[in-house]
């Protein structure tokens, strides 16, 4: 028997006013044309429900950018769901008592940088001067609150700077998540990794301020997984516990499993979601222990991290039924090992001059015309 | 946990909430949620604020008058203490 997804994260569209160089969207981004609508959204949502599903992350792009999402809110607190918001804030500040009277649950605003030049910079859009006003705003609506900053080389020695700017705009909780090198994240790899020593550093002083504010602010960390020994436990596993569904109605057992180029992945406008979770090739592929390599099968640490990452996988050895890579066990370890080398060795030369910003195929700038897949 | 006094007024935290429906007995916050044991749900649930931590363990040692009465005080403090470092519980 497989158990129910307890969240489900819906991408409810890629539109968005930033254009984040660490952004973990698909380099191929799903237009505005292509988007579930309302009532598909509310079906998808009142299925979850069904199926035993406690949280709901809205997410995209920025989910503000849809003018239905009140509406949305509205509906998904009816329906029994936990609602969170996942948004840089951006339009937020006509529309933030509307969602909080529709049942919003909780919010996480994400800044980018201590600063406002570089965060700006970061986001490749004027946003952090209004980030800091809809912080504030958030904090007085009495609503649940948590700030995420992404961290990678363009910030992270700004960490204590960080962590002070969030401190002033009271949220319950900060979360310091370091870059998952997927989609634009990936591109822009060798602009974002950090050094070895600076995640080092990082770590001791997040380690510190976690103690400093214990009982005030609650201080959460994703750490660098390419710097680890043991691979993430993605999603919690393979078809195991989350859910996402895309803005055009693609249920994802991983937001980045579309780079799997084997895979073929239901449409919530042709199946239940039930029938997803349960019957779908994609979700069983990589669900359990039966697809995984002798060195991960006899491995005891299989339970934790089941195998780690099939995108990541993919991404850096070509086979997303190979041990994660990030594992210090893999026979693949030495390709994450020489990244890592390419990476501190580039420190230098590689800046913020030659990255590419997030962007729609239709806004795509000069300088970023690469072709848009792997 | 020098918070907790005995007069403190012990709330669910911003963000924490019961589901709504059958499942009441389960508390959901932004990272996750808590299905709570019989016991551990009746001191919860009396977390509203308006009663103090000395009422709420009054209370149960009516309710379960069977059990020792300093094991349920022991129990009920160490409990919000713990709900209170996970930010679950907070106290006015």
Redesign the interface.
């Known amino acids: 028997m497989i158990a129910n997804p307890?969240a489900l994260i819906a991408e409810v569209t890629h539109r968005c006013p930033l254009g984040c160089v660490y952004c973990s969207n698909p380099l191929q981004l799903t237009r505005s044309k292509d988007e579930l609508s309302t009532a598909e959204w509310q079906d998808v949502m009142a299925q979850s429900a069904r199926l035993g599903v406690?949280?709901l992350h809205l997410t995209g792009g920025e989910p503000l950018a849809r003018k239905d999402l009140e509406e949305l809110v509205r509906f998904a607190r009816s329906s029994?769901l936990?609602t969170?918001l996942i948004t840089s804030g951006i339009g937020l500040s006509q529309r933030l008592k509307e969602l909080v009277n529709a049942g919003l649950?909780?919010i996480?605003l994400s800044l980018q940088d201590a600063e406002e030049y570089s965060a700006d910079l970061i986001a490749g859009a004027q946003a952090h001067q209004r980030k800091l006003q809809m912080g504030n705003r958030i904090r007085e609506s009495?609503?649940?609150?948590?700030v995420n900053v992404v961290i990678h080389r363009q910030n992270i020695d700004h960490i204590d700077e960080i962590i002070a700017l969030a401190e002033s705009l009271g949220p319950?909780?900060l979360e310091i998540a370091h870059a998952q090198y997927y989609g634009w994240a990936r591109k822009n790899a060798l602009a974002l990794l950090p050094s070895r020593e600076q995640v080092r550093r990082s770590l001791e002083t997040v380690e510190a301020a976690r103690v400093r504010l214990e009982?005030k602010m609650?201080i959460?960390v994703v750490v660098p997984d390419y710097y680890a020994r043991y691979p993430k436990a993605c999603m919690g596993g393979w078809g195991r516990l989350q859910m996402v569904i895309d803005p055009s109605g693609r249920a994802l057992p991983c937001h980045a499993a579309p780079i799997i180029p084997e895979m073929q992945f239901e449409n919530i406008r042709e199946r239940t979601l039930e029938w997803i979770w349960r019957e779908s090739s994609s979700f069983r592929k990589f669900r359990g222990e039966e697809w995984m390599p002798q060195l991960c099968r006899s491995c005891e640490r299989r339970q934790k991290d089941f195998g780690g990452c099939r995108c990541q996988a993919m991404l850096i050895t070509g086979n997303p039924r190979a041990t994660d890579p990030v594992c210090h066990f893999s026979p693949d370890h030495g390709l994450i090992e020489e990244f890592l080398a390419r990476a501190n060795g580039n420190a230098i030369h590689q800046s913020s001059e030659s990255w590419t910003y997030r962007t729609l195929p239709h806004k795509a700038r000069l300088g970023s015309r690469e072709s848009n897949c792997y | 946990m020098s918070?907790l006094a005995g007069t403190s007024r012990p709330c669910l935290?911003?963000?924490?909430?019961w589901?709504?429906?059958v499942e009441r007995k389960?508390l959901?916050?932004?990272?996750?949620?808590l299905r709570l044991r019989e016991t551990a749900y009746a001191i919860l649930d009396r977390c509203d604020g308006q009663r103090t931590v000395d009422e709420i363990i009054e209370q149960l040692r009516i309710t379960y008058s069977a059990a020792d009465p300093v094991t349920i005080k022991h129990d009920v403090i160490k409990f919000l203490g713990e709900l209170?470092?996970k930010?679950l519980v907070d106290f006015r």
Not at chain 1, 142 to 146: E, S, V, Y
Request: net charge neutral; charged share 20%.
């Open positions: 307890i406690l949280h029994g936990y969170n649950d909780h996480q009495g609503i649940a609150f948590t319950q909780k009982g609650r959460d | 918070e935290a911003a963000g924490c909430r589901t709504s429906g389960t959901v916050f932004p990272e996750g949620a209170h470092q930010r």
